[in-house]
């Protein structure tokens, strides 16, 4: 059961590969597909292994990811508005 | 999972205006990077962001004045802190935040920072780093590290760099700090440190250049660079100022180095104009004088 999840704004990743560098727990990887732009965007590699610190958010200078907590239920939590 | 399906959305979006996102910045560019930090100390602070303004120069980082959803002012090349000294004394409840570059604000508005620190004006003054001009083309800027290379040094610069924390605690600035655009989490614990103090505040961000400092001198990408801070950094808060020198390959001593209480400019003014000091001066009416002035 995962902790948290990230959320990916493809279209304004620049693909400069902080949020996979500095991930605490190894999640993302960037994928071989493109975004409008021509970049490659990061995607999940092991979602059960995040912990939604959101330290992706932090250190994305694009704004294009953040990580958030997921309650037990699945719902998310404390991002939501 | 799609966010549309959990309803959430980054905090910090509603401090941005999503109209102009993306934003013009390299791919790896620190400015962004301390762009988050910044709008979480804002959320955490609970600051009143209709009384909140944030001033800009040019520069890469002078955009970040037009990416911020706050009361914003992009101003003159250099001139960021003079419009900011002029916002703060005829608004003094604003908070009022300079947020720009080197180039800006060391090399060409580098007097207006001295001499703000000297009066101690009650603005946050956050300086990103990033060791040249990078907009206008990479040329040498007063923090370019010597002998490092840049459009206008194809030999090497032969001048040595400024060290900005020296010349603003130097100067009597009220808190001082540096920290890099790895230091995400740091960073936003002083800037959250720096919105609750008064006076003269001056927080420092190295962050990388991919495009012409770190090609110029063939120092990989912006991972590279932020790589290298993680190597290369170390915390020593309250370490004298003229130790903290950068060199190219030295240790990068980061931390917040002063912390003093002084009275500010609005406070000084207050008390020795005592009585005669008020906060809205009455409004005289302007005499114009209709038509020709002179006696033709």
Not at chain 2, 8 to 25: A, F, G, K, S, Y
Not at chain 2, 190 to 203: H, P, V
């Amino acid at each position: 059961m995962p902790k948290g999840t990230v959320a990916i704004t493809a279209e304004r990743c620049k693909g400069c590969g902080f949020c996979v560098e500095f991930c605490p727990t190894h999640v993302l990887e960037l994928s071989s597909a493109f975004n409008a732009k021509g970049y490659h965007p990061p995607h999940m590699i092991a979602p059960e292994k995040c912990s939604g610190c959101n330290l992706c958010g932090m250190y994305c200078p694009d704004f294009a990811i953040f990580g958030f907590r997921l309650a037990a239920n699945g719902e998310s939590k404390g991002a939501t508005k | 999972m799609s966010t549309t399906d959990l309803h959430v959305h980054n905090p910090v979006e509603e401090l941005l205006r999503q109209d102009r996102i993306p934003t013009i910045w390299c791919p790896g560019c620190g400015i962004g990077t301390s762009v988050n930090s910044f709008a979480h100390a804002l959320l955490k602070q609970n600051i009143d962001l209709d009384k909140t303004a944030i001033v800009s120069g040019i520069g890469c980082s002078g955009r970040v004045s037009g990416y911020m959803n706050l009361d914003s002012f992009h101003t003159t090349h250099g001139r960021a802190i003079p419009f900011a000294t002029g916002l703060k004394l005829a608004r003094p409840e604003l908070n009022v935040i300079v947020y720009s570059g080197d180039g800006d604000l060391a090399s060409i508005g580098g007097n207006h920072l001295i001499h703000a620190a000297r009066r101690n004006m009650d603005i946050l003054v956050v300086c990103i780093n990033n060791m040249i001009y990078a907009m206008t083309g990479g040329q040498a800027a007063a923090t370019t590290p010597g002998s490092s290379l840049s459009t206008t040094t194809p030999y090497g610069a032969f001048e040595p760099e400024l060290n900005l924390v020296q010349l603003v605690d130097a100067a009597g600035a009220c808190f001082v700090a540096r920290w890099t655009a790895y230091h995400v989490v740091q960073l936003e614990r002083t800037l959250e440190k720096a919105l609750r103090k008064k006076g003269f505040r001056f927080i420092e961000v190295l962050s990388p250049c991919p495009t012409y400092f770190q090609r110029k001198n063939n120092m990989g990408d912006a991972l590279q660079a932020m790589l290298d801070y993680k190597k290369r950094s170390k915390i020593q808060h309250g370490c004298p100022t003229w130790e903290t020198a950068l060199t190219p390959s030295g240790p990068i001593i980061v931390g917040e180095f002063v912390d003093r209480e002084r009275e500010d400019y609005l406070t000084r003014m207050r008390k020795q104009l005592g009585p005669h000091y008020s906060e809205f001066p009455a409004q005289q009416e302007e005499h114009v004088s209709e038509g020709c002035s002179r006696e033709c």
